[in-house]
Nanobody
Framework: VQLEESGGGLVQPGGSLRLSCEASEFTFNTYTIGWFRQAPGKEREGVSCISHSDGSTYYADSVKGRFTISKDNAKNTVYLQMNDLRPEDTAVYYC???????????????WGQGTQVTVSS
């Protein structure tokens, strides 16, 4: 299972970024895919996940109302639109896949390589 991430970078506070996670068709249709992040000195945390079966979504409280997860079935890609970014959103963001639908790190079966998001003026 390969998860190809893209879209990280440097953005000013209040700005926006969109992360992309491309997977194979099998992975896209079998696994729940989501995003986790890890800031320096902190544990990795679940940010948002989207179910492969019914499209239900999960968001961490810290990103509700600012981040939106979506998927494009034709492109086998999951997106994380991040708006109103804050310095505390700075982290390495990882795409992740699980057979369950928990958005919990212990349940993740596969990880992407990670992409850096830095929010700074």
């Amino acid at each position: 299972v390969q998860l190809e991430e893209s879209g990280g970078g440097l953005v000013q506070p209040g700005g926006s970024l969109r992360l992309s996670c491309e997977a194979s068709e099998f992975t896209f249709n079998t696994y729940t895919i989501g995003w986790f992040r890890q800031a320096p000195g902190k544990e990795r945390e679940g940010v948002s996940c989207i179910s492969h079966s019914d499209g239900s979504t999960y968001y961490a409280d810290s990103v509700k109302g600012r981040f939106t997860i979506s998927k494009d079935n034709a492109k086998n890609t999951v997106y994380l639109q991040m708006n109103d970014l804050r310095p505390e959103d700075t982290a390495v963001y990882y795409c992740a896949a699980e057979l369950t639908t928990t958005c919990i790190e212990d349940e993740i079966d596969y990880w992407g390589q990670g992409t850096q998001v830095t929010v700074s003026s």
